[in-house]
């Protein structure tokens, strides 16, 4: 994970967003690269409220709220002594003048990036990320992204839950966690009984992790009347662990809008930062 990429946006989570990176750059020298990330022009206007978009207004508002954003992101990484990006592999950041807007950027940007970093998403798009920039990472990078939970995280990676299923998107996910399992002190492997799809067991993940150097523990719980998300943080909790690796929507992303599901509700709930994949 030698390279992260970390949109940029003025909201209550950015603090935690930019901890969060830092904490996975240290463990790989990585280097991490910001862009003030906004809303597409036509997202901020609809079609038919026949009012003309200002354009020049919002041209020089987002200008300004760039070139503030990236006064932060700078601020944060030389306060905790990461220098400017260099060319020998060591611990460094850069930023991305002039990034277009929208959030599809973010997934097709994500593609040359290990991992994208964002912040666990809220229903208002000026206080918590939205939804959609998490989509678009998940779904058009073809790279995991950690969400960052609202708190600011002390540590990451030393104590590690896999929520397994035994689905595809969760061996994505695993797969791209690899070199974090590798560094853990702890992993645990637990399969919630009734939340899983046709595919391997938690038994069966951990032979194949043994096998790459990864010493864990399988264990399967009961949801004892709760969903498969909120038994998967419950016992994160307990274990007292510091991320989460989540394959995200097994189900359809309409299904769980309707009925709900382990994804949307850890994207709603999680409060340590959980890496996804799809």
């Not at 950041?93 to 666990?120: H, K, N, Q, T």
Request: hydrophobic share 40%; proline share 7%.
């Amino acid at each position: 994970m030698k390279s992260i990429l970390v949109p940029t946006e003025q909201n209550a989570l950015l603090p935690s967003i930019l901890q969060s990176a830092l904490l996975l750059a240290r463990k790989f020298d990585s280097y991490m690269e910001g862009f003030a990330l906004f809303p597409a022009m036509i997202e901020l206007y609809a079609l038919d409220s026949g009012v003309p978009l200002p354009i020049d207004e919002i041209r020089d508002h987002d200008a300004e709220m760039a070139k503030e954003t990236r006064g932060v992101f700078e601020k944060f990484m030389t306060g905790n002594g990461v220098p400017r990006a260099s060319r020998d592999g060591a611990l460094s950041f850069g930023w991305l003048d002039a990034a277009p807007d929208g959030d599809p950027f973010v997934g097709s940007y994500g593609r040359v990036f290990d991992v994208i970093v964002l912040g666990r998403p809220g229903a208002s798009r000026r206080s918590r990320p939205s939804m959609t920039t998490i989509e678009a990472g998940l779904f058009e990078s073809g790279r995991p992204v950690l969400i960052a939970p609202p708190t600011l995280p002390q540590r990451m990676g030393e104590k590690i839950l896999i929520a397994w299923n035994g689905s595809t998107e969760q061996a994505r996910t695993t797969a791209a966690a690899m070199p974090l399992l590798k560094k853990a002190s702890h992993v645990t492997v637990l399969t919630v009984q009734g939340g899983t799809v046709p595919g391997p067991t938690g038994e069966e993940l951990a032979r194949y992790l043994h096998r790459n150097g990864v010493l864990c523990e399988p264990i399967t719980v009961q949801p004892d009347g709760r969903s498969t998300g909120e038994a998967i943080l419950a016992h994160a909790a307990s274990l007292q662990c510091d991320l989460l690796i989540k394959g995200a929507y097994t189900q359809s992303r309409l299904r769980q809008m309707i009925f709900g599901g382990a994804t949307r509700h850890i994207l709603a709930n999680a409060s340590l930062p959980v890496l996804m994949a799809h």
